[in-house]
């Protein structure tokens, strides 16, 4: 019978392609006078890839854009603080995230968070999202010292959900952090699939986050 619930955040509950398209044309209108010079069009494409999908953290994204485009009147702490403040506010949800977050809370199903990343820049997401109150328990990778794939943060939210990990799916987008680490616990995973990756050696696969009550039936049948 499964009693939990625990999903990644970027690219599973979080947007995060689309987020980072937002913003990152949101802050080419803001800091223009700084950017301009530069076509819209290649500073965001550059950023999107020297991003590397999230895996590159910005102190250095931003230090080769500055030094790529030779921009002088601006600094790299400047454009990272301005991340840090302003990616909350361009933060979108995946289709049907609030309907699957109710529909699991109304079965007295327990929920959790294993991300990795920043720990305030991750419950700043979390929160833009509007999320956060149905969860028992959140880990950030920062926070918690121990990142995914490491089994331990995995053995660590199974304890404060207090289920067994036969209990427990795992909700992710990434073939090797999420899926692979968390079968190598007992859970049962499910691939949020990703047009990145074709094959992934899933218990189930989903395109869409209101598919996950029926999964749920499915495993308790």
């Known amino acids: 019978m499964i009693k939990a619930a625990i999903f990644d955040l970027d690219g599973t509950l979080l947007n995060r392609d689309e987020s980072v398209h937002m913003f990152i044309n949101a802050q080419y209108d803001r800091l223009k006078k ?27 994204v931003f230090q080769q854009l500055l030094h790529e485009y030779e921009i002088r009147d601006i600094t790299w702490e400047e454009l990272l603080q301005d991340y840090i403040c302003e990616f909350k506010n361009n933060c979108v949800p995946f289709p049907n995230l609030i309907n699957m977050l109710k529909e699991l809370k109304r079965r007295n199903i327990m929920l959790g968070i294993i991300t990795n990343g920043k720990g305030q820049f991750q419950m700043d ?3 833009a999202l509007g999320i956060e109150k149905y969860f028992d328990t959140i880990l950030v990778s920062e926070w918690e010292e121990i990142r995914k794939p490491d089994p331990k943060i995995f053995i660590r939210a199974l304890d404060q959900l207090n289920v067994s990990p036969n209990q427990c799916i795992f909700v992710g987008d990434h073939p090797v952090n999420d899926v692979k680490a968390a079968k190598s616990v007992g ?35």
């Open 34 to 60: 700084h950017v301009g010079q530069i076509p819209r069009e290649k500073y965001v494409a550059r950023f999107i890839e020297l991003d590397n999908r999230g895996y590159v953290w910005k102190d250095r």
């Open 187 to 221: 859970i049962k995973a499910i691939w949020k699939k990703d047009l990145q990756w074709t094959t992934v050696e899933a218990d189930f696969i989903i395109n869409d986050l209101s598919e996950l009550p029926l999964i749920i039936d499915k495993i308790n049948t």
């Open 125 to 127: 997401n979390i929160k």
